[in-house]
């Protein structure tokens, strides 16, 4: 059903960097300004509201862990397409 569709997009569709190690590097960076950003933007709860998360490692919870490992691949992801798009990487 939607295979025609898919046919005539699929020619538009500009081609995607091979993984290697510009492209990795892209990633960890973004990924660890997103553990940066959640750092500071995931409060911890208050007393009362619930037991507090226990950290899991390099004292992050693990919520801060999932939410900063969460936005850094958006952020990574639109990053390599976009260093893709102008040739830089």
Do not use: C, Y
Request: proline share 11%; aromatic share 8%; charged share 0%.
């Amino acid at each position: 059903m939607f295979w025609p569709f898919l046919a005539q997009t699929q020619a538009s569709v500009p081609a995607t960097p091979e993984w290697g190690a510009p492209v990795a590097a892209v990633m960890i960076l973004f990924n660890l300004a997103g553990l940066a950003l959640v750092r500071f933007a995931v409060p911890i709860p208050a007393q009362g509201q619930g037991p507090a998360p226990q950290p899991v490692a390099f004292g992050f919870s693990l919520p801060q862990i999932l939410a900063g490992a969460s936005i850094g691949h958006v952020l990574g992801t639109g990053a390599i397409l976009g260093l893709a798009n102008v040739g830089a990487l």
